[in-house]
Protein backbone atom coordinates (compact mmCIF):
# COMPACT_ATOMS: atom_id res chain seq x y z
CA UNK A 1 0.00 0.00 0.00
CA UNK A 2 1.03 3.27 -0.78
CA UNK A 3 0.27 6.99 0.66
CA UNK A 4 0.76 10.44 -0.36
CA UNK A 5 0.50 13.71 0.86
CA UNK A 6 -0.30 16.77 -1.68
CA UNK A 7 1.62 19.29 -0.50
CA UNK A 8 -0.52 22.22 -2.30
CA UNK A 9 -3.24 20.84 -0.10
CA UNK A 10 -1.57 20.59 3.28
CA UNK A 11 -1.91 23.03 5.95
CA UNK A 12 0.10 21.30 8.50
CA UNK A 13 -2.49 20.72 10.37
CA UNK A 14 -0.26 17.90 12.15
CA UNK A 15 -3.11 15.55 12.07
CA UNK A 16 -1.93 12.77 10.30
CA UNK A 17 1.68 12.86 12.07
CA UNK A 18 -0.14 12.55 15.19
CA UNK A 19 -2.06 9.52 14.05
CA UNK A 20 0.62 7.59 12.34
CA UNK A 21 4.19 8.96 12.76
CA UNK A 22 5.60 5.30 11.35
CA UNK A 23 4.33 6.96 8.24
CA UNK A 24 3.91 10.85 8.22
CA UNK A 25 6.49 13.50 9.00
CA UNK A 26 7.14 17.17 8.79
CA UNK A 27 9.47 17.80 5.86
CA UNK A 28 11.54 20.86 5.32
CA UNK A 29 8.33 23.13 4.22
CA UNK A 30 6.59 22.48 7.75
CA UNK A 31 4.08 20.26 5.17
CA UNK A 32 3.93 16.58 6.63
CA UNK A 33 4.95 14.29 3.45
CA UNK A 34 4.88 10.49 3.32
CA UNK A 35 8.58 8.78 4.95
CA UNK A 36 8.05 5.66 3.54
CA UNK A 37 7.46 4.11 -0.07
CA UNK A 38 5.42 1.13 1.06
CA UNK A 39 3.23 1.54 4.33
CA UNK A 40 4.60 -1.08 6.67
CA UNK A 41 2.66 -4.32 7.83
CA UNK A 42 0.59 -3.39 10.32
CA UNK A 43 0.25 0.41 9.85
CA UNK A 44 -2.21 0.45 6.90
CA UNK A 45 -4.69 0.88 9.35
CA UNK A 46 -3.04 3.92 10.89
CA UNK A 47 -1.99 5.14 7.59
CA UNK A 48 -6.00 5.07 6.67
CA UNK A 49 -6.96 6.77 9.66
CA UNK A 50 -4.93 9.71 9.48
CA UNK A 51 -5.97 9.84 6.22
CA UNK A 52 -9.05 10.13 7.11
CA UNK A 53 -8.38 12.49 9.58
CA UNK A 54 -6.98 15.52 7.21
CA UNK A 55 -9.26 18.37 7.34
CA UNK A 56 -7.99 19.07 2.73
CA UNK A 57 -8.22 15.47 2.25
CA UNK A 58 -4.26 16.23 1.06
CA UNK A 59 -3.59 12.71 1.76
CA UNK A 60 -4.40 10.08 -0.75
CA UNK A 61 -4.01 5.92 0.39
CA UNK A 62 -4.10 3.25 -2.36
Same mark, same amino acid.
Do not use: F, R
Given at each position: ?????????????? /??? #??? $? =??? *??????? !?? /??? #??? $? =??? *??????? !????????????
Amino acid at each position: MKTVVDQDLCISCG /ACI #DVC $P =EVY *EWNDDDK !AH /AIV #DEV $P =EGQ *EDSAKEA !AESCPTEAIKVN
